[in-house]
């Protein structure tokens, strides 16, 4: 089976979710044996949003460009100071010197406890074709957070170059075919029958139907 490895950048709660896949072989950068860098991931305005009212782990409108701004000022500055106090624990300045050399610096694998979960790790990534396909599956889909779907792009590209009849076929198969539950298969052979079908006819919730009726007019 043809695999792949891959060195990889990504903000850590980034990495907490694509860690989550089993089948690959992953390297993190250890922050218990080196220090990291100061490099954090902050959105942008058009990507920040109010929660979901209909999906936990969703977002939904974008927040106004005034309320967006607050966020970014937010991030960038928590970010910023939780590094400052990083090295500070470590006694250490960026470029690994001693500060203060009557005092010892705190252990790296304490000291990493104070930064955000947008800082910046890193691993090399080795997985095979197939299960390429599976994450890919996952993480291109509209429902799949933003910043780990923006990966999961270039990953796409990435497959592209790599074995593009693959990419083709699993393009055209499994990217962008449409699934239908069981119920969701009766409700369109109703309406294939030539039925009016409403949402309180069927077994599926409001949520269900909204994705139903929304695949059947893409």
Not at 36 to 41: A, V
Not at 101 to 112: K, V, Y
Not at 135 to 141: A, E, I, K, M, Q
Not at 180 to 194: D, H, I, N, T, V
Request: proline share 3%.
């Amino acid at each position: 089976m043809a695999e792949i490895k891959l060195h990889v950048k990504m903000p850590i709660f980034v990495a907490r979710q694509w860690f989550r896949h089993r089948m690959a072989s992953i390297n993190e950068y250890s922050a218990r044996y080196s220090v990291l860098d100061r490099e954090f991931y902050v959105p942008s305005d058009a990507s920040l949003a109010v929660q979901s009212v209909e999906n936990r782990q969703g977002r939904g409108r974008v927040l106004a460009p005034s309320d967006a701004q607050r966020v970014i000022d937010l991030l960038r500055q928590d970010a910023e100071r939780n590094y400052d106090h990083y090295l500070e624990m470590l006694n250490q300045d960026e470029a690994g010197e001693t500060v203060d050399s009557n005092r010892a610096g705190l252990a790296r694998e304490l000291a990493r406890i104070n930064l955000t979960l947008g800082v910046y790790t890193q691993c090399y990534w080795k997985i095979d074709l197939h299960n390429l396909m599976s994450f890919l599956s996952l993480r291109c889909d509209p429902h799949a957070q933003y910043e780990i779907r923006a990966y999961a792009d270039i990953l796409l590209d990435i497959m592209k170059k790599w074995v593009p009849l693959t990419h083709q076929a699993f393009q055209e198969h499994r990217l962008h075919a449409i699934t239908f539950s069981a119920e969701a298969l009766k409700a369109l052979r109703r309406m294939l029958a030539g039925e009016q079908v409403t949402q309180p006819e069927t077994s599926m919730s409001a949520r269900e139907w909204k994705e139903f009726m929304k695949a059947l007019q893409t």
